[in-house]
């Protein structure tokens, strides 16, 4: 089976076509989409600028990191489940969207960059967190961060204009 025939099972399937046809479901998940996207990315915004020591530079880092941890993850969760009933409802419209497949991209890219910091520093957060000039690494991982995923949102906003009708 094509990715394209996926993507058209998707898009015909009764969830699909409830989403694209309800006058309240499609704007709600939409609106759930970007209350997930203001709780995830907002908040990773506030720990990216704090990586590169812009916002509250004083504080030490896990200070910081500890308590958006878990809204940040409950948003990336919103975000997920929402974007995937997003796709659900215009799948064979965007599967083969340049500006599509460079989101996914950019959100995986992101996901590795996280990743990597969780990896290399998240832990230690408490041993390098508190200096006054943080590790280049955290430096380049909040900078990456930054960079990608305002990539990914507004190669999102690009969908709805660039989407074939």
């Known amino acids: 089976m094509s ?3 996926i993507a058209q ?4 399937s009764g969830l699909g076509t409830s989403l694209r046809e309800s006058v309240y479901a499609f704007p709600i998940v939409e609106g759930l989409h970007l209350i997930g996207l203001a709780l995830s990315v907002g908040l990773l915004f506030f720990l990216d600028l ?3 020591g812009l916002f509250l530079p004083q504080v030490p880092v896990e200070r910081v990191l500890k308590p958006l941890r878990p809204w940040i993850l409950i948003g990336f969760l919103l975000t997920l489940s929402t974007g995937v009933l997003l796709f659900i409802a215009a799948a064979t419209k965007i599967i083969f969207l340049p500006v599509f497949q460079l989101k996914l991209g ?3 890219l992101a996901a590795i960059n996280a990743w990597w910091f969780e990896r290399q520093w998240g832990k230690s957060a408490s041993d390098w967190g508190g200096q006054s000039g943080l590790p280049f690494g955290v ?7 930054v960079l990608l995923w305002s990539l990914v949102i507004i190669t999102g906003r690009l969908i709805p204009y660039l989407s074939i009708e």
Do not use: C
């Not at 099972?9 to 015909?12: A, E, K, P, S, T």
């Not at 430096?139 to 961060?145: C, L, R, V």
């Open 3 to 5: 990715i394209l025939e």
């Open 106 to 108: 950019f959100i995986f």
């Open 9 to 12: 099972q998707l898009y015909d």
């Open 139 to 145: 430096k380049i991982a909040g900078f990456t961060s």
């Open 50 to 52: 704090r990586l590169l």
